[in-house]
């Protein structure tokens, strides 16, 4: 069995998805009890415009007050361009995270660009990164379907994937964006580039519009990935449209990975306590199971 | 990849639950259009006293009124104890389920006896229906774990799935009532069972409870369990509790399986449309995914 590794990105993901602003005192007050629960990184902010996206407005002084705490996990942060990752080198972040949409719609809505020529600028960021000493991991966006194009070539993805490992990226993450992806697809691609890129880590990024969030990160545990982009409560999804689209959640997979295996290092409890405290902040009963449900204690 | 079919137990374990009584007719409309969709199996519900369920008091009646009717998928009742299969056979049923609890505490709470005298009992009436050539199947309930007891000895399952087999009943039901089943237990169960008894007819049925429902019939697909006992709209679980703990839902898994292979003969729409009914009628959100974010077409 692979060792797992939790990557949370309920801070990012999940909040940049609700109109409600978490004022800053209560983004420290969450990812403090993050801290304390152990994960492995911990995605704090996107390095996006204010006026975009304004719950992340507070991105960077969240990095300034966590980069001075020691013993802690590792601080992700999100990035998007030249700008963010100038922001990023100034605040302190410790991994730092972008991605490429392997659909062109999706890409030229969020990038004005389309796949190609934002996978030239990202990996050119990338490598500036890498260059620089830092942790970088890049993703492909909408890597097993969007929600503008459908269906997403498997070949398209393991070519954008061939062109991060031959720039030197070793750090990769699949993404369903748009929470297309089915068991069978997840196992197929991701058994494709472990087979071809043996020494490559590997991140999976799954969200629940038809419910198999969870039965996805299975596949992947199985095709030996080892990083799970996970948010707490299971917050995510897109605020326009009606469908529960979140994020797999964080405590519900370390529950359920706990049942076969020794997964102590990680304190439950915290995580459950944080879903506690958004599902009271944003007023609205949240997708994860185990915060309501309460742990299995055999 | 094994033949998967699907036995919807919505109007039985889905409204049993729930206590807002459903009118014979809407349930007649909502069985019409579970015919219409094409699976394989339907419980139309189950032979226990009107007082204890009443939801289930009309149940003799519908048996009545859609065993005249041709053409149509299999229908399954459940019955308790000797009275009910009196009950059943007089009122035109063509499968009869029937469980028996591994967990001691939960059979004494719903029979008043241990799972051994429970065990003896049901498997002498199904005997005495497999004998007058009625098509029989049998669980074992909190097969995977107990509410009220907590953890069940996978040995204790096997041994019960043994005296089945040995009493000739080859067709057999792994249930989680409590929804405690996860992915690797899931396997290992039933590659033990068929393993031991390649020839047995396998169903498995799962609960929500830890959110694992999904991952769960995939652990099953892969072991070669061909019979899916889940519930239109992810109807189910207990009224009592807050806690989500609804069958898997019947038109995500079917939804979920057709990503990957031809599962065409079934007619997902009428799913969809029941599923949209109930959740008007009991005024709430039901637990599927694919009633509200549609389905995928590619």
């Keep these: 069995m692979n060792n797992i590794k939790i990557h949370d990105v309920g801070m990012r993901d999940g909040l940049q998805n609700e109109a409600k602003i978490v004022p800053t005192e209560t983004k420290i007050k969450w990812i403090h009890k993050l801290i304390e629960s152990n994960i492995d990184i911990i995605q704090i902010g996107s390095f996006v415009h204010p006026a975009k996206v304004p719950q992340m407005a507070d991105t960077d002084d969240l990095f300034k007050y966590f980069s001075k705490i020691e013993h802690k996990p590792v ?6 361009n030249e700008k963010g990752m100038e922001r990023a080198i100034n605040c302190g972040v410790e991994m730092f995270c972008m991605g490429v949409s392997a659909s062109d719609t999706h890409s030229k809505k ?4 389309e796949t190609i020529e934002a996978q030239k600028r990202i990996i050119a960021i ?3 990164l890498i260059k620089l000493g830092h942790k970088v991991q890049v993703s492909v966006q909408s890597a097993f379907g969007c929600g503008f194009e459908g269906k997403i070539s ?3 993805v393991f070519e954008i994937v061939k062109s991060y490992i031959e720039s030197g990226i070793n750090n990769i993450s699949l993404a369903d964006t748009a929470g297309h992806a089915y068991p069978e697809q997840v196992t197929r691609m991701f058994a494709k580039i472990k087979n071809a890129y043996p020494n490559s880590v590997l991140t999976c990024h799954f969200h629940n519009t038809y419910g198999l ?3 996805n990160c299975y596949s992947a545990i199985n095709e ?9 409560g299971g917050l995510g999804g897109c605020p326009f449209t009606k469908v529960a689209a979140g994020n797999v959640c964080t405590e519900d997979l370390i529950h359920s990975i706990n049942r076969n295996r ?7 409890d915290n995580l459950i306590e944080v879903s506690k405290q958004a599902e009271q902040f944003f007023e609205k009963k949240l997708e994860g ?4 449900a309460g742990k299995l204690n055999y």
Excluded at 110 to 113: A, D, I, K, R, V
Excluded at 224 to 232: I, K, L, R
Excluded at 262 to 268: T, V
């Design 154 to 156: 498997e070949e398209k």
């Design 224 to 232: 030996g990935v080892e990083y799970f982009e996970t948010a707490f």
């Design 75 to 80: 601080l992700s942060g999100l990035l998007l």
């Design 262 to 268: 020794n997964f102590e290092q990680i304190n439950i």
């Design 126 to 128: 990338a490598q500036e």
């Design 213 to 215: 969030g969870m039965s």
């Design 289 to 292: 199971y185990i915060y309501r």
């Design 110 to 113: 969020n990038t004005g660009m």
